[in-house]
């Protein structure tokens, strides 16, 4: 596609509830980041997929967070027991290659507000 | 740790002034650096970045960066200001040897008319 398209652009979820969200790369992309942003902070790494390998998940905050990317396009990042401290904008990003001069291109965004 | 500061949450610039937005940085080794931009409900946009070579960067919608090895700075800057520059300012940082870029906690820029 045109851009790095992520769904839903917003989420409520109850406490305890699990959530998935949905990102879809800009077709070719190798790599993909997620990156969890708290309201008024820059964006936090999470994990790093290149093609479906998932190379880096240092930045996954508690084992309630899991990310896949199966056949190297699509990507969904899965919380589980949501918890308030989960609410957060998450940003999916892909870039062409792994190098460290590649452009990352952003999605939108999934807002999520855990109640 | 390895880490990007951004020391103004906010930057006041009146339209046709210049403007600067401010970011050094904590990393070992040779990083690339990068600014982007955020506008309220959308994704961040690239602005520009520092690979190697000259100091003096020029990026997009007439912004520019100075990166200063000395100082580990990569300060934004752009001559005369327009008021659809209000916006919110990340600098990143990605260190040679990773893959993961480091965000600052952003800059918001706002011109006035």
């Known amino acids: 596609g045109a851009g790095v398209s992520q769904s839903p652009r917003y989420k409520v979820a109850k406490r305890g509830q699990d959530v998935a969200l949905r990102c879809d790369p800009i077709?070719?992309?190798?790599?993909l980041f997620w990156y969890q942003q708290a309201l008024g902070q820059g964006p936090e790494f999470l994990t790093y997929f290149q093609n479906e390998a998932q190379l880096d998940k240092s930045g996954l905050p508690s084992d309630r967070f899991f990310a896949e990317r199966p056949e190297g396009s699509v990507s969904t990042l899965k919380i589980q027991r949501t918890q308030q401290e989960d609410s957060a904008v998450y940003l999916c990003?892909?870039?062409?290659?792994?190098?460290?001069?590649?452009?990352?291109?952003f999605g939108a965004g999934s807002r999520l507000t855990v109640l | 740790a390895q880490s990007v500061a951004q020391p103004e949450d906010q930057v006041n610039v009146a339209e046709g002034n210049p403007l600067t937005v401010k970011c050094t940085y904590s990393v070992s080794g040779n990083p690339y650096l990068f600014w982007y931009v955020q506008y309220p409900n959308r994704g961040l946009q690239f602005l520009l970045k520092?690979?190697?070579?000259?100091?003096l960067v020029k990026g997009s919608y007439g912004f520019e960066a100075e990166f200063n090895k000395s100082q580990t700075s990569f300060h934004l800057k752009k001559p005369s200001a327009l008021v659809s520059d209000s916006a919110l300012y990340f600098c990143?940082?990605?260190?040679?040897?990773?893959?993961?870029?480091?965000f600052g906690k952003g800059t918001t820029l706002s011109v006035s008319s």
């Open positions: 520092y690979i190697t070579g000259d100091n």
């Open positions: 990143a940082v990605r260190p040679t040897a990773g893959t993961a870029l480091i």
């Open positions: 077709s070719g992309h190798v790599s």
């Open positions: 990003a892909s870039s062409l290659g792994g190098s460290g001069a590649n452009v990352l291109t």
